[in-house]
């Protein structure tokens, strides 16, 4: 069994957290659209408390695992390792932008007010 160096293993960790956090919680316009047609996420004006509405979804199976971030980061780190093995240096090279990126957010949060 292959495992990555400390270094590669950083990046790929930060990398699919990045990305962990894109799929599941980030509120982009084109990602929440895609979001949305993958779990068949419609607005359901009637549902909810007081006729408020809330989100209905024709993939519920679908939805639940974009919206959990250690089921989704599960399948996702799955893929993102057996990647490394078939590639290491493809699978570092497209996970370095997103672990930029995650170390840029958490940086932020720490020295944000």
Partial sequence: MRIPDWW???ILALGTFR???LVSYDSF???VRV???VTGAEWDQD???GGEGEWAYRRPVLAELFSCAYCFGLWLSLGVYVL???SPAAAVYAAFPL???AAIGIIAR???P
């Fill in 29 to 31: 316009p084109p990602l």
């Fill in 84 to 86: 490394w093995l078939a």
């Fill in 99 to 101: 672990a930029l990126s």
């Fill in 47 to 49: 549902a909810g408390e």
């Fill in 8 to 10: 590669q293993a950083l």
């Fill in 35 to 37: 979001r949305n047609r």
């Fill in 110 to 112: 720490w020295l944000d």
């Fill in 19 to 21: 990305l962990v956090r």
